[in-house]
């Protein structure tokens, strides 16, 4: 019989006596990558992270402002929190935090607020408030891992230099900044001795590189990649028309070491309302780089955001959008009615669109979306997959380069990886363990 090591009662006492801490992220791929840096920055001095805010003695809410609804709903979780663990500190840090730290700091429930995404200065907060934590270290070691997931989260540059007129997060965020391709793949080969694969994200990735010395690419970066981690690569969401060849060409070559997917925002078919978002593409030049994508890869996931309701978008313009919608290989979208951000160009624009009528267009463009997620599906049946396992040893799933999920039939653990021929049974896309 294998007899498991038992601590004893001195070292259990060790760890509760360690201060708890858990976390909530809301919003993207680069602000759950900022609190997995939050989380290992604290467990360097000495905390520990809990999986329930009851057990917690401090918890940090990471924000988002990308609508109206994600600052709502942090202060809702905030009130949440306190009422269900009242001797517990809370901290409020990230996007929304940046850019209303008065607000959250007028909140009763709140004891501190880190403007940003700074993990050191999240750790030097906390150190304050009468807990247990070390000091915060140098901050420049790698990430280890991701606690949260199987897929790593990558995150390449951190900004924006575009000034779409609907965006907050680039008021949030500030300038782009890239980091060095060196630090890219230390911080890589770390993640990938325990994650089958990394997500690439950033907030503008299609600009890395370009503030470095000497100036580098997105493709070249990911050429990096490939050759030193042993696992799948993904990019998150990436501007169509920054696709360039060189990375068209990995996309198309890797044999699925970069994954077959991206997430290419439109926000509108329109022209006239690209123009009042200030997107610095055309819808004609978005189409035919979508489509020379789609002509040289197959499969391919292909999924987009785009904005409804946006002022000044009337049915004819909808009808643009929808009809490029139509036309496109679309296998997801992500579709959001338009939310006013205070202190952006788009705020102050005319000619808004009734809340209804922006619902009423929302439905049409998700039931499309799912019209075509699930022609596409049925299409990848008797076809080969690479597979990554991810979930728990209880609940696992399958996701494919191309962003598909699947059921796994044989015995198969988190951050296994196989290829597989799907099946469709029941209705569902099925992955069989050789």
């Known amino acids: 019989m294998i007899r498991l090591p038992v601590r004893s009662e001195t070292a259990r006492r060790g760890e509760q006596a360690r201060p708890a801490v858990w976390f909530h992220t809301f919003g993207c791929r680069a602000n759950q990558y900022d609190t997995e840096r939050m989380r290992q920055e604290l467990e360097v001095g000495g905390a520990r992270t809990v999986a329930r805010p009851g057990e917690a003695d401090a918890l940090v809410v990471n924000t988002c402002t990308v609508t109206n609804q994600a600052d709502a709903e942090a202060r809702r979780l905030v009130r949440r929190l306190r009422r269900e663990n009242p001797g517990a500190r809370i901290l409020v840090a990230g996007c929304s935090a940046a850019l209303r730290e008065d607000d959250y700091r007028s909140m009763p429930e709140v004891d501190g607020v880190v403007p940003g995404q700074d993990a050191l200065a999240l750790a030097s907060r906390l150190a304050t408030l009468d807990l247990a934590f070390g000091p915060p270290s140098a901050g420049e070691g790698p990430l280890l891992r991701n606690e949260r997931g199987t897929r790593a989260w990558l995150k390449v540059q951190d900004g924006c230099d575009r000034k779409c007129s609907f965006c907050a997060t680039r008021l949030a965020r500030g300038a782009s900044v890239s980091r060095p391709p060196a630090d890219v793949v230390r911080e890589a080969r770390a993640l990938a001795r325990v994650h089958p694969e990394l997500v690439i994200t950033g907030i503008h990735i299609g600009h890395y590189g370009r503030d470095l010395e000497p100036r580098t690419t997105l493709a070249e970066l990911c050429a990096l990649l490939l050759d030193s981690v042993p696992v799948r690569i993904r990019l998150s969401s990436i501007e169509a028309t920054e696709i360039d060849d060189a990375l068209m060409a990995l996309l198309a070559d890797s044999g699925g070491r970069l994954a077959p997917h991206l997430h290419v925002p439109l926000q509108s078919g329109s022209d006239k309302v690209l123009r009042l978002m200030r997107r610095w593409h055309t819808r004609a030049a978005y189409r035919q780089r979508v489509l020379e994508i789609a002509g040289k890869m197959g499969p391919l996931g292909l999924g987009a955001d785009i904005i409804v309701g946006f002022p000044g978008e009337g049915e004819e313009e909808?009808?643009?959008?929808?009809?490029?919608?139509?036309?496109?290989?679309?296998?997801?979208?992500?579709?959001?009615?338009?939310s006013v951000r205070p202190g952006t160009a788009a705020a102050e624009l005319p000619d808004r669109v009734p809340g209804d009528v922006a619902a009423a267009r929302s439905r049409v463009l998700r039931e499309m979306a799912l019209d075509k997620k699930e022609r596409y599906r049925r299409g990848r049946a008797g076809t080969v997959a690479d597979i990554v396992v991810e979930?728990?040893?209880?609940?696992?799933?399958?996701?494919?380069?191309?962003?598909?999920?699947?059921?796994?039939?044989?015995?198969?653990?988190?951050?296994?990886?196989?290829?597989?021929?799907?099946?469709?049974?029941?209705?569902?896309?099925?992955?069989?363990?050789?």
């Open 318 to 338: 909808f009808e643009e959008t929808r009809a490029l919608v139509e036309e496109l290989p679309y296998t997801y979208l992500h579709v959001f009615p338009f």
């Open 391 to 434: 979930g728990s040893r209880q609940r696992i799933a399958g996701v494919t380069g191309d962003y598909l999920r699947t059921r796994i039939d044989g015995r198969a653990a988190p951050g296994d990886r196989f290829r597989s021929v799907l099946e469709l049974r029941d209705g569902e896309l099925v992955a069989a363990v050789n």
